[in-house]
């Protein structure tokens, strides 16, 4: 008898898989069977590996924090140029993850909190899912409050209302990709979006 097996298949995959299973179907909609099915292992390999379905999807969602979700914060820091110019990078990096073909249409997140409002999601699943989204929303709010700062946003309005704003048409263009939406129907939406940041 041997002492063990080494692991025959490559985790980051199978978490990749089993991320993209959970940003289609929603942590209740995907069964045991079909993740471990996608990830191409048993389940005691994903037990040994990963945990049970709950810490699964933890790490599920902290993988597409780190490989998708912040590819747009890091496009807006590294621009330059206008505000509008720069926040148009920004949602428009957010609309191409939200399009990708080789992922489920929508946003991850965004598709996360929606079935988290029915109330029926492990204590550990909501936490994985309100710090992916504090994680955005604390990058905008001290974005914005540096350009309140600067003189590029009114300072009638807080940094919040700008987050919350910003927020509010990201969820928005994920519902409109799960729907169908063309990435040319919401490029027309970020046009509309980006005149409040017009100086």
Request: aromatic share 10%.
């Amino acid at each position: 008898m041997t002492a063990g097996r080494k692991c025959e298949f490559s985790k980051e995959q199978a978490l990749s898989a089993a991320m993209q299973l959970f940003w289609e179907k929603g942590f209740l909609g995907a069964s045991l069977s079909e993740l471990t099915h996608v990830m191409g292992i048993n389940k005691p390999s994903m037990y040994a590996a990963f945990g049970n379905k709950e810490q699964l999807f933890v790490l599920a969602t902290d993988y597409f924090v780190e490989q998708h979700g912040s590819e747009a914060c890091r496009n807006l820091s590294n621009a330059e140029g206008a505000l509008r110019d720069r926040m148009k990078v920004y949602l428009s990096a957010v609309a191409d993850m939200q399009n990708q073909p080789t992922l489920p249409p929508g946003c991850f997140i965004a598709q996360a909190i929606g079935e988290s409002a029915g109330g029926t999601l492990p204590a550990s699943a909501l936490s994985a899912i309100k710090k992916a989204s504090e994680k955005t929303t604390s990058f905008l709010n001290d974005f914005f409050q540096r350009e309140i700062e600067a003189g590029s946003l009114s300072d009638n309005k807080t940094a919040d209302i700008y987050t919350r704003y910003t927020f509010t048409v990201i969820q928005g263009m994920a519902s409109m990709a799960r729907g169908g939406a063309s990435r040319e129907e919401m490029d027309d939406v970020i046009d509309l979006a980006l005149h409040i940041f017009e100086g």
